[in-house]
T-cell receptor
Framework: GAVVSQHPSWVICKSGTSVKIECRSL??????MFWYRQFPKQSLMLMAT?????????EQGVEKDKFLINHASLTLSTLTVTSAHPEDSSFYIC????????FGPGTRLTVT | QQQVKQSPQSLIVQKGGISIINCAYE??????FPWYQQFPGKGPALLIA?????SEKKEGRFTISFNKSAKQFSLHIMDSQPGDSATYFC???????????FGQGTELSVKP
């Protein structure tokens, strides 16, 4: 048990457009989900904590107007990268909290 | 201080050997210390975790050693196998469900 999925697994978008990434807990309900960003050969950096039914809490330095997070149900959180630019190209990973954090498989975003 | 410092950055071990990765932390409020394994293009997966009330925890070929006074902990992989080749991250958190602070990662390569 404790499976987390992400969709899409890989997305390419043009500079200036927006892209939405979904994170789902498949076999448990998660009041809290986390969103991380990982650049090549680097560690995971927490972007924000997403709580069902309330506003996300963003880490220092993360633009909340650029990275919109919506946790509309106990099994789904979404991250929308607005007006994407090439520097937003990265690997985005979510986790869902049950007894501990269970991580999704990640979404590779490439902005051209 | 929220940092978790991990070393070495990369490690090459012969098949059957012992892989050792070290981490150090500053914040004495940390109470949960997990280790994650990440394969390229995938999300991290929990390997093993420890709390400061024990000095060692073993699960199969994986052992965590914990030194509370030195604020250090390490991962030992016994009988390392080529399938263990991956990036390993240590992490720390104030509690099991809390925000994780990740180390910088260690790229392990096990040679046949």
């Amino acid at each position: 048990g404790a499976v987390v999925s992400q969709h899409p697994s890989w997305v390419i978008c043009k500079s200036g457009t927006s892209v939405k990434i979904e994170c789902r807990s498949l076999d448990f309900q998660a009041t809290t989900m986390f969103w991380y960003r990982q650049f090549p050969k680097q560690s995971l950096m927490l972007m924000a904590t997403s709580n069902e039914g309330s506003k996300a809490t963003y880490e220092q330095g993360v633009e909340k107007d650029k990275f919109l997070i919506n946790h509309a149900s106990l099994t789904l959180s979404t991250l929308t990268v607005t007006s994407a630019h090439p520097e937003d190209s990265s690997f985005y990973i979510c986790s869902a909290l049950r007894d501990e954090q269970y991580f999704g498989p990640g979404t590779r975003l490439t902005v051209t | 201080q929220q940092q978790v410092k991990q070393s070495p950055q990369s490690l090459i071990v012969q098949k059957g050997g012992i892989s050792i990765i070290n981490c150090a932390y500053e914040n004495t409020a940390f109470d949960y210390f997990p280790w994650y394994q990440q394969f390229p293009g995938k999300g991290p997966a929990l390997l093993i975790a420890i709390r400061p009330d024990v000095s060692e925890k073993k699960e199969g070929r994986f052992t965590i050693s914990f030194n509370k006074s030195a604020k250090q902990f390490s991962l030992h992989i016994m009988d390392s196998q080529p399938g263990d080749s991956a990036t390993y991250f240590c992490a720390a958190s104030p509690n099991q469900g809390g925000k994780l602070i990740f180390g910088q990662g260690t790229e392990l390569s096990v040679k046949p």
